[in-house]
Nanobody, 119 residues
Framework: QVQLVESGGGLVQPGGSLRLSCTASGFTFFSYTMSWYRQAPGKERELVATISSGRGTSTTYADSVKGRFTISRDNDKNTVYLQMNSAKPEDTAVYYC???????????WGQGTQVTVSS
């Protein structure tokens, strides 16, 4: 059974930091590109950051988070992380973890974790 379980969300003050985690099971984590998306109220889901499969040597970021967020992966723990620094109120959203492999024809989503940036 495929599962992606996000954790680490919560309330953070503007300028603060938060680290999100997403632990995977039920599929070959190493072979999947991992991404974080977010969806704010009344807005479409948007791609935040992506890390390549394998050793994760390639990462990409949305312009809105570049220089503030860092995506990483630990294949031994089947976990992908999103380190959020210098948080802004506009970062408030539900954050979703995604696993994708066009080779293995798999695309999976987590249930989401709420992040609220507010004083």
């Amino acid at each position: 059974q495929v599962q992606l379980v996000e954790s680490g969300g919560g309330l953070v003050q503007p300028g603060g930091s938060l680290r999100l985690s997403c632990t995977a099971s039920g599929f070959t984590f190493f072979s999947y590109t991992m991404s974080w998306y977010r969806q704010a109220p009344g807005k479409e889901r948007e791609l935040v950051a992506t890390i390549s499969s394998g050793r994760g040597t390639s990462t990409t970021y949305a312009d809105s988070v570049k220089g503030r967020f860092t995506i990483s992966r630990d294949n031994d723990k089947n976990t992908v992380y999103l380190q959020m620094n210098s948080a802004k109120p506009e970062d408030t959203a539900v954050y979703y973890c995604n696993a994708d492999s066009w080779v293995l024809e798999g695309n999976y989503w987590g249930q989401g974790t709420q992040v609220t940036v507010s004083s």
